[in-house]
């Protein structure tokens, strides 16, 4: 209890207070009075109580909320709880026999590998380990659900668990937490990485996810090659039937103009003409050298009319290569423009025979395969979880919580 006291002063001394002049500082001492003891009159009495700390605020109890609870439940968790998790790791890489290098003056991308390696082969079997599919396959060849359910009481990584759940989206879930797969673009390494509750199993989980994975590839090698020969022998039969229509078209034209080749039967009139040439200049040598000789010769007239006749033999031939209707010369045009069609369709047909034997060729010369690099083996120590390492750090870290969140003094 506290009592407070207080100092009353009469009406007149209150007023003669307020009417001092300001301009007379000195005039204050006249109104300084002492104080009257006698006139002390008590207020009330006040009730004083010191405040309470809060609960919060409690050194022990921030310990205790911070620092010893975390660590005792992580503690309880590691120690009696979690199950040893083993590891195993595999590495492997993709190879194809003729893989271009890159260009050594150009800087490394994560398409590029070493030469040899097939960068982009390496990504797609790095997405199938990491895919359903291969969760399916693990299924299937490991019995992925047994392997997972002896794990005890660690309901934390076992399946089927409250925390992991038990449909086949929890499974997947999990399944991306036991496998994990790492690519190195420098070193065109792929790791595989497994956890199991055993040794043994997650050393089979990693061989079947290894024969997946060439699996994977040799079908990709498989759909590629089919490809690449199919396209080949489609333009082969394209070209094939394209030759075979060139050779029908020269094949009607020679039933319908009666001649095998048009230009070989031109050659054929060019030189009766020029024999027929030789002929005529022949007899008018002759007609004029008799008639130089005896002018009244009986020669002269069968001379005349066998100069006629060879006149009148070159003129009809003449008329065969052009000149009529029935000329070569719009036959030959004819066929040198179908056998030009033929001789191209039968050049492209060489070419796609080529194509198609290069394709087959090519296509054994770039198959890829998987080349394992480290076989997975059995671990003799689990690998996971790491107890004391949790343990401490969750100690360190509430240690540094607790200094960080001190209350103000």
């Not at 005039?27 to 003891?37: C, G, K, S, T």
């Not at 090519?362 to 997975?376: H, I, K, L, N, W």
């Amino acid at each position: 209890m506290a009592t407070v006291l207080t100092f009353k002063h009469s009406k007149s001394e209150r007023q003669k207070h307020r009417s001092m002049p300001p301009e007379a500082p000195d005039a204050w001492a006249d109104v300084i009075y002492p104080a009257d003891l006698s006139r002390l009159d008590p207020i009330y009495p006040v009730s004083y109580t010191p405040p309470r700390p809060h609960r919060a605020s409690r050194p022990w109890l921030r310990v205790l909320l911070m620092v010893v609870l975390p660590t005792l439940l992580v503690g309880t968790y590691f120690g009696l709880i979690a199950s040893d998790r083993y590891l195993a790791e595999a590495h492997f890489v993709i190879k194809k026999p003729n893989a271009p290098s890159r260009n050594p003056g150009a800087g490394l991308s994560i398409e590029d590998g070493p030469k040899g390696f097939g960068g982009d082969d390496s990504y797609a079997v790095r997405d199938y380990l990491m895919s359903r599919d291969a969760m399916q396959l693990l299924l299937d060849k490991a019995d992925l659900r047994q392997v997972l359910a002896r794990g005890g009481n660690d309901w934390l990584w076992r399946f089927p668990s409250p925390l992991t759940g038990h449909t086949n989206e929890d499974l997947f879930k999990l399944y991306q937490s036991v496998v994990s797969v790492d690519y190195d673009s420098s070193t065109g390494v792929t790791t595989l990485r497994t956890e199991a509750f055993r040794a043994d199993d997650a050393k089979r989980i990693a061989s079947v996810l290894m024969t997946g994975a060439e699996s994977l590839v040799n079908n990709l090698n498989d759909r590629a090659r089919s490809d690449a020969i199919a396209l080949a022998q489609a333009e082969v039969t394209r070209n094939q039937q394209a030759a075979i229509k060139a050779e029908d078209v020269i094949t009607a034209f020679r039933d319908r103009e009666s001649v095998i080749d048009p230009t070989q039967y031109s050659d054929t009139v060019l030189k009766t003409i020029g024999a027929l040439s030789l002929q005529l200049v022949e007899a008018r040598a002759q007609l004029e050298v008799t008639r130089q000789a005896s002018p009244n010769s009986p020669q002269i007239a069968p001379l005349r009319a066998r100069i006629t006749a060879i006149q009148t033999q070159m003129d009809q031939e003449r008329a065969i290569l052009a000149g009529s209707d029935k000329s070569l010369a719009p036959r030959i045009a004819e066929y040198e423009r179908l056998t030009l069609l033929r001789g191209f369709a039968e050049k492209n047909y060489v070419s796609a025979l080529n194509l198609l034997e290069a394709a087959r060729i090519d296509a054994q010369r770039q198959q890829a395969y998987v080349e394992q690099v480290v076989a997975p083996r059995a671990a003799d120590e689990p690998k996971y979880p790491k107890r004391v390492l949790w343990i401490v750090g969750t100690f360190l870290t509430g240690c540094l919580m607790l200094r960080l969140f001190r209350p103000r003094a």
